[in-house]
């Protein structure tokens, strides 16, 4: 069964930062690209970061850039997300997205990220 658990979400004053975790289980982790998402509220759920299987890294909203790192640890099947500098607007539900298995994409249940001014 594929599992994917996020933790690290909660709430912080901004400026401060962050390391959401995305521990992972149920499919073979390094052979997967994987990524992180976040849903404002009210809005739709939008791109933040991805990593491929060879460490290649792709910051999808220009909004984090320069702000957030997205890093695996294929030892121990976990994927980071190092959030900095947050603002309000960072605020949100993040979710880990894991891998497409026989047409069926994999998510986590999400992490809260709210962000005081």
């Known amino acids: 069964e594929v599992r994917l658990v996020e933790s690290g979400g909660g709430l912080v004053q901004a400026g401060a930062s962050l390391r959401l975790s995305c521990a992972a289980s149920g499919f073979t982790f390094e052979d997967y690209n994987l990524g992180w998402l976040r849903q404002a509220p009210g809005k739709e759920r939008e791109g933040v970061a991805c990593i491929t299987i060879k460490n290649g890294v792709t910051y999808e909203n220009h909004s984090v850039r320069g702000r957030v790192t997205i890093s695996r640890d294929n030892a121990k099947n976990t994927v980071y997300l190092e959030m900095g500098r947050l603002k309000p607007e960072d605020t949100g539900v993040y979710y880990c997205?894991?891998?497409?298995?026989?047409?069926?994409?994999?998510w986590g249940q999400g992490t809260q990220v709210t962000v005081s001014s």
């Open positions: 997205k894991g891998p497409r298995i026989g047409g069926t994409d994999y």
